[in-house]
């Protein structure tokens, strides 16, 4: 005789709280404790106490005068001959704000496609010459993009003429210098160091004392920013922009600029690593971290309502009730999307999510439809299901509400596309087609809802 065994109620409840569902939100919240505790440490870093340990302390004060030169230079190393001054500021202190925006001339070198080089110096008033007591920095002032890419006007005469290559790389002017100074408010320990970030930047006086921490904000400088370099121009505009900064931001900007640069390395490419800096230029830093929980908890729910989606489906085998025509246009309208974004170039961080909604959308078409492919001799062969009464209902309700719809819908698609194709100015005739079609899904989109709605409203849903 055979005894069932019965799980006991506890194990079973434990059971039931031990799914996929509770593990991601559990690793969730574990991501959000660890981020901010990483936050708090940035921000609030432990101040050495002299009575403890034998402490680094800053060398110039908050009220002492400072003095700030900018050079320019063709090289990126340090070479006295080929430097020119081009900006001085003295006697201001670390706290001060200020902004100039000067001309500057630019070497035949750097208008021949050539580069061009900050060479900035900053230490107390009347010691920028002296060696040991200056901070140094080196940033480009030019970089290498692609040429941005032409419109024209589709039916004009212009979009018969040769097109140039967008795709080669020339040399850009980067119009902003954005300067810092990190406030000198904390003394480092001796034993334990100064925080990792902080390596290469931080240098010191003959009496061990760290020199003005000298930070020059490049990731504000995004590809918009840029202005191609016109060989007949012998001037280019320069702002430079100063303010101090404190030990917690220099941090997370640091921190940040390394994992740009990882960015680079796993293939993105600029542009996509503009998407990220976007994030982070001329916004608020509380207004920066409320954006960041939002991003985590937008990454979170995206997750979950892809599993949801796929779990509904992967269970659903009757269509009855729901529009098949609402899920293929849903599939039409993701896979628009989807080009649309390639043709724009967008960041992978937007353009991979699309492409698994896409890839989910066309299965959910195969569930709708009962589509299975079966091979012979090496040929496939696709098969559309069976149907049952209650689906062949649902679809006369369809077609009915797909009827109705397609007297308001198809001449506002037309007209809209006569509009673009006169008035709005492409790239190529692709890249018109998709924008006339993705302009649909956009402004439409909603509309297809309403097949749905009819047969809610049919079955008293």
């Known amino acids: 005789r055979v005894r069932k ?17 509770n593990v991601v939100l559990a690793v969730f919240a574990l991501y959000l404790s660890h981020s901010a505790y990483t936050f708090y440490e940035m921000f609030y870093p432990e101040n050495c106490s002299p009575k403890t340990d034998n402490c680094v302390d800053p060398y110039a004060r908050e009220n002492d005068q400072l003095e700030l030169r900018l050079y320019i230079s063709k090289r990126r190393t340090r070479d006295p001959s080929d430097l020119a001054l081009v900006f001085e500021r003295e006697g201001f202190a670390t706290a001060d704000i200020f902004s100039e925006t000067l001309n500057v001339t630019l070497p035949k070198s750097t208008r021949q496609n050539g580069t061009l080089f900050a060479h900035i110096l900053a230490a107390k008033k009347g010691q920028i010459e002296q060696p040991g007591y200056t901070s140094y920095a080196i940033v480009p002032l030019t970089q290498y993009a692609p040429k941005e890419e032409e419109i024209i006007s589709l039916l004009s005469e212009s979009a018969n003429a040769s097109k140039p290559d967008d795709d080669v790389i020339v040399s850009h002017w980067r119009p902003k210098l954005r300067v810092h100074l990190m406030t000198p408010t904390i ?14 930047r931080v240098f010191f006086t003959s009496n061990q004392k760290y020199l003005p921490i000298l930070y020059v904000d490049e990731l504000g400088i995004m590809l918009r920013h840029l202005k191609a370099i016109d060989a007949n121009l012998t001037e280019m505009p ?59 908890f937008h990454l979170l729910f995206d997750f979950l309502a892809f599993k949801h989606d796929i779990s509904y489906w992967r269970t659903r085998k009757t269509m009855a009730g729901l529009s098949s025509r609402a899920v293929a246009w849903r599939c039409f309208s993701q896979f628009v999307i989807f080009l649309y974004l390639m043709d724009e170039k967008t960041s992978l961080l937007v353009t991979i999510p699309a492409g ?16 299975s492919v079966s091979w012979h001799n090496f040929i496939p062969r696709i098969k559309l299901g069976s149907i049952t009464d209650a689906e062949r209902e649902s679809e006369q309700w369809d077609s009915q509400a797909m009827t109705y719809l397609s007297y308001v819908l198809y001449p506002l698609i037309v007209l809209g596309t006569i509009y673009c194709l006169i008035y709005v100015k492409y ?34 849903v």
């Open 5 to 21: 065994l019965q799980p006991k109620a506890g194990s079973l409840e434990r059971m039931q709280w031990f799914t996929f569902t």
């Open 187 to 200: 003394a480092f320990s001796a034993s334990k160091g100064y925080p990792g970030e902080l390596v290469g």
């Open 238 to 296: 320069l702002e430079i922009q100063y303010s101090a900064i404190s030990i917690g931001k220099l941090k997370m900007w640091l921190t940040m600029q390394k994992s740009l640069e990882l960015f680079r390395t796993l293939g993105f490419s600029d542009k996509d690593v503009d998407e990220v800096k976007g994030i982070f230029v001329d916004t608020n830093l509380y207004l920066l971290l409320l954006t960041f929980l939002v991003s985590a």
């Open 356 to 371: 698994i909604a896409t890839i989910i959308e066309c299965w959910k078409v195969t569930k709708a439809f009962r589509v």
């Open 427 to 460: 790239k190529s005739w692709y890249s018109f087609l998709i924008h006339s079609l993705v302009n649909g899904v956009y402004a439409f989109g909603f509309i297809f809802m309403l097949p749905q709605l009819f047969h809610s409203l049919v079955n008293g």
